[in-house]
C-alpha cells in the first residue's frame, strides 16, 4: 500500500505564501488581507456549518444590555464598516444592508440610562438622542425605543456564498475537510499535499478544537440558537432587540434569538432553547407567529472575551486566528489587519490578543 506522502508526491507542487484553513468570516478577512498585499494562498473549507453561518448578522459596536460600547469600537468599527462596503462592491453583492436596531425600553429608568449613556463621547455617534415611540401594534413597548445607529445586518447566506464562489474561479479554495495528519513542518515552510507555504493560518471557529495543534483549553466555546417564526402582521424593516433579536429575514420571516449556552457544543437544536425563546418572545411581540425552524450554532469565546491570535513557541509556522467570540463580524477586519501586521512586518501582536496569554 502507498502511503499518504507517496500519493502527493506525483503531483506538481503548488507554492504559495499561506495556506489558509476555514471561511468564516475570520477566514474571509484573511483572504482579503492577503490579496490587498499581493500575498498568495490557497484555502482549505468544509462547507460546514460554522459559526458565520449560523449567526444572527447583527453588526453592531455597542452593548444593549447595559449601554456600553463594545471593546475596543472605536479602532474596530470604522475599518469594519470600510471593509464591508468595498468587498460589496468588489463582489457585486450587497450583504452589508445598514439599518438602525430599535432597542425597547423596559422603563423610565432606562430611558435616563440611554440619555447618560448617549452624551458620551465613545457612544454619541451610535445612540440616538432621539426617543421613538411605539407606533406598530404587534409589539409591546410601553416606554418606546431607543434608536441605534451605524448598526446593519450583514446577509451571512450571500456573503459566504459569494465569496466562495469568487474563491473557486480564482481557484484559491479546496473544498474538503482539512486533513491534520498530513501536515509536514519544515524549518521555513510547511507542506499540506502538494501545497508548499511559508505558514498555515487557522481559522476554524470553535471547531479548532479538533485540530491536534490547537491549545483546546484557549477556546471554551458557546451555543446558540434561533428560531424562526413567520409573523405577516409584525411587519418591522429595523432590527428589534428586546430580551432577545428579532432580525428581519424577508416574506414576513424572521430569525429570534439568540440563547446562550455552555452545557452542550453540538449543532443540534434543542426543546429547552425553544422553550427559553419563545417565552421571552412573547412579553414583546404580541401578533401571531408560526414557527417555522430552529437552528443552533457555536461561538468560538474565550475566557476573557479577548480573541486568538498568533503561534505557539513550539511551532511558529501554525498560525491561530481564533476567539472571535459572539463580535466576529466587528472585529475580523482589524483583526485580519493586525494579524498580518505581525506575519509580514514583525509587528508584536496587542498582548491582550496573543494566543500566548493564555498558555
Ligand atoms: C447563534 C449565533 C449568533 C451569533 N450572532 C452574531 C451576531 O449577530 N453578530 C456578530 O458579530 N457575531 C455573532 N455571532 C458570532 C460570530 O458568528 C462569530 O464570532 C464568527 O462568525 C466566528 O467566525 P470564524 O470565521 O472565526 O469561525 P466560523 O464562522 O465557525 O468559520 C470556520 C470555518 O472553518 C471551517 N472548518 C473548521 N474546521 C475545518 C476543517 N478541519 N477543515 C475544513 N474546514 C474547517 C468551518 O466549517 C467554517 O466554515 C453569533 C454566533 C452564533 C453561534
Given amino acids: 500500500m502507498r502511503t499518504r506522502v507517496e500519493d502527493y508526491s506525483n503531483l506538481k507542487m503548488k507554492k504559495v505564501d499561506y495556506i489558509i484553513v476555514g471561511l468564516g468570516i475570520a477566514g474571509v478577512s ?7 498585499h499581493g500575498k498568495s ?3 482549505v473549507d468544509n462547507g460546514g456549518d460554522g459559526s458565520t453561518a449560523k449567526s444572527g448578522g ?9 449601554f456600553t460600547a463594545a471593546w475596543n469600537a472605536s479602532a474596530f468599527f470604522p475599518v469594519a464598516v470600510n471593509f464591508y462596503k468595498s468587498l460589496s462592491v468588489k463582489l457585486g453583492n450587497d450583504f452589508f444592508v445598514e439599518t438602525p436596531i430599535f432597542r ?3 422603563s423610565v429608568v432606562e430611558q435616563n ?3 447618560v449613556a448617549s452624551d458620551k463621547r465613545e457612544l454619541q455617534k451610535f445612540l440616538s438622542t432621539e426617543f421613538l415611540k411605539n407606533e406598530n401594534q404587534s409589539i409591546k413597548a410601553p416606554f418606546g425605543f431607543g434608536k441605534v445607529l451605524g448598526t446593519a445586518q450583514i446577509k451571512t447566506d450571500s456573503l459566504l456564498s459569494t465569496y466562495r464562489n469568487f474563491l473557486e474561479n480564482k481557484g484559491f479554495l479546496l473544498s474538503e475537510n482539512f486533513q491534520y495528519e498530513l501536515i509536514q513542518q519544515q524549518e521555513n515552510t ?3 499535499k502538494n501545497i508548499s507555504a511559508k505558514k498555515i493560518l487557522f481559522a476554524e471557529g470553535a471547531k479548532a478544537v479538533e485540530n491536534p495543534f490547537f491549545p483546546t483549553h484557549t477556546l471554551i466555546g458557546n ?3 434561533y428560531l424562526i417564526i413567520k409573523a405577516p402582521k409584525l411587519k418591522l424593516e429595523a432590527l428589534l432587540k428586546g430580551s432577545m433579536y428579532v432580525i428581519p429575514l424577508g416574506n414576513d420571516n424572521y430569525k429570534v434569538g439568540a440563547t446562550y449556552s455552555r452545557d452542550d457544543y453540538s449543532l443540534t437544536p434543542t426543546e429547552i432553547a425553544r422553550e427559553e425563546i419563545l417565552s421571552k418572545l412573547k412579553t414583546f411581540v404580541n401578533c401571531p407567529f408560526e414557527l417555522i425552524g430552529q437552528t443552533a450554532g457555536v461561538r468560538p469565546t ?3 472575551h479577548r480573541p486568538l491570535l498568533g503561534s505557539l513557541i513550539e511551532s511558529p509556522n501554525l498560525v491561530f486566528f481564533n476567539g472571535l467570540g459572539s463580535r466576529g463580524f466587528l472585529m475580523a477586519p482589524l483583526l485580519s489587519e493586525i494579524l498580518f501586521g505581525f506575519l509580514e512586518n514583525s509587528i508584536s501582536l496587542p498582548k491582550e490578543m496573543d494566543i500566548q496569554r493564555m498558555l
Fill in 30 to 36: 484573511l483572504c482579503e488581507q492577503l490579496q490587498k
Fill in 41 to 43: 494562498f490557497m484555502i
Fill in 58 to 66: 447583527v453588526f453592531n459596536p455597542t452593548v444593549l444590555k447595559r
Fill in 104 to 106: 425597547i425600553f423596559k
Fill in 113 to 115: 440610562n440611554w440619555s
Fill in 190 to 192: 510547511v507542506v499540506y
Fill in 223 to 225: 451555543k446558540g440558537e
Fill in 302 to 304: 474565550t475566557k476573557d
